[in-house]
């Protein structure tokens, strides 16, 4: 908020913003919206969530590890047989016991 063309522009915005609209705001920013709880805990939360993964990073780096790639799910065109699997589980099915 240091350029002070664009600064009243952004405290107008942050003044008017409906709260069901936020997703994030800095603490720099909550300055001006407002201090409410469920805000805060989005930022808490947020730069926890940023300090693990940096963490994370960090161990993986010291030791050596490099991360894999994410492998999609092999596409599986089976149809299950669910009057199968139906009669299945009612064959399996224990008589209630009597107290």
Request: aromatic residues 12%; hydrophobic residues 45%; glycine residues 2%.
């Amino acid at each position: 908020m240091k350029d002070m063309l664009a600064r009243p522009l952004l405290v107008k915005y942050l003044r008017n913003i409906d709260k069901e609209d936020i997703s994030h705001l800095t603490f720099s920013q909550m300055e001006i919206y407002g201090w409410y709880p469920e805000i805060i805990w989005q930022e808490v939360s947020y730069l926890f969530a940023n300090f693990c993964e940096m963490v994370k990073n960090e161990w993986l780096a010291m030791l050596n590890i490099t991360p894999q790639p994410a492998k999609p799910w092999p596409e599986q065109l089976v149809n299950p047989d669910w009057d199968m699997a139906l009669a299945h589980a009612r064959a399996q099915q224990i008589a209630p016991t009597k107290r």
